[in-house]
């Protein structure tokens, strides 16, 4: 059975999802709360559905694209000031959300109507904790049912990258699903049955979201570390570009994808140690600034404390 889902935030994510599990015959809906984006969807053919609390939505799934955390949160001064006033990881994670919390509160609207199990999976970008702390909570509230009993919850992330986002939604390379409980996860799963791809299951909601942040942290410094040691080869006069390419093919971290995630051990043998402290020192005497690497250097020494008795 090709179920119905519902895209809630029908943005670059939203379009793209919704898009793709159309071409695979399920019957799509897409909604938001900008009336030119459903406009224009509604002029490419794809039905569409106003955001507000007097629809009542007879879907299967809703699947919630929203954007979070704008990259200009830190300048907005009333945002700055609540960052600045936090005093938990919880407080920091209510900030920068509000369209995800009004389309929580919609949500809970919608299926406080619903007779029948309806899943709501988060793939919008949300700091763990923040689904079963903060988006659970409103929903519960303006639904007047429990997650896990009455509806589900799935967080799914994804990884499409902007300019070819609808062609990473029909080939991903990897699919995950956080769980609240299995029965929301048995039906997310049955949703993506047409991937190819490894599927995996049995995280927490947390552990998803954690997942997805790992992940983009872990690209953010790839390209940060890069760029530092394309700064050092310019600084020496040698060409950054000769070097770089080789490096892609000749380092273990990048061909061997179980290497440096298994423990919590620092690293050591032979090369590493030495020549992390020999090229630090060296491009300290040279006045060249490396904090990525000098950080790299801090936090192996920390993990090399806690082995010592």
Not at 80 to 106: H, R
Not at 197 to 225: D, W
Not at 226 to 244: P, Q
Request: neutral net charge; charged residues 25%.
């Amino acid at each position: 059975m090709n179920r119905k889902i519902l895209i809630v935030g029908s943005g670059v994510v939203g379009e793209a999802t919704g898009t793709v599990f159309a071409e695979h015959g399920f019957d799509i809906t897409f909604s938001d709360i900008n009336p030119g984006v459903l406009s224009r969807l509604k002029q490419k053919g794809h039905k569409v559905l106003q955001m507000n609390e007097t629809e009542k939505p007879d879907t299967d799934i809703y699947m919630v694209s929203v954007p979070t955390y704008p990259l200009d949160l830190c300048k907005d001064e009333a945002s700055a000031e609540k960052l600045e006033k936090a005093t938990s990881p919880l407080e920091w994670c209510d900030i920068g959300i509000d369209f995800t919390k009004s389309a929580a509160k919609t949500l809970g609207e919608w299926l406080a109507h619903s007779q029948s199990y309806q899943v709501v999976v988060i793939r919008s970008a949300v700091l763990p904790g923040t689904t079963e702390d903060l988006i659970i909570p409103i929903m519960e509230k303006h639904s007047g049912k429990k997650a896990g009993k009455d509806f589900g919850v799935c967080v799914n992330p994804e990884y499409l990258r902007e300019r070819q986002s609808i062609e990473d939604i029909r080939n991903p390379w990897v699919t995950v699903i956080g769980e609240l409980d299995k029965r929301s996860g048995d039906l997310l799963e049955d949703v993506y049955r047409w991937v190819t791809c490894p599927l995996y299951r049995g995280l927490t909601l947390k552990e998803a979201e954690m997942q997805k942040f790992v992940h983009n942290l872990y690209n953010a410094t790839k390209i940060s570390y890069f760029n530092e040691m394309r700064l050092v080869c310019e600084r020496i006069g040698v060409n950054a570009d000769k070097i770089v390419p080789i490096v892609a093919k000749s380092a273990e971290a990048q061909w061997n994808p179980e290497y440096g995630i298994k423990n919590y051990g620092p690293y050591g043998g032979t090369c590493l140690p030495k020549d992390s402290v020999a090229f630090l020192s060296w491009a300290k005497l040279g006045g060249m600034e490396t904090r990525l690497m000098k950080a790299v250097l801090e936090v192996n020494q920390e993990f090399e404390k806690r082995l010592k008795p």
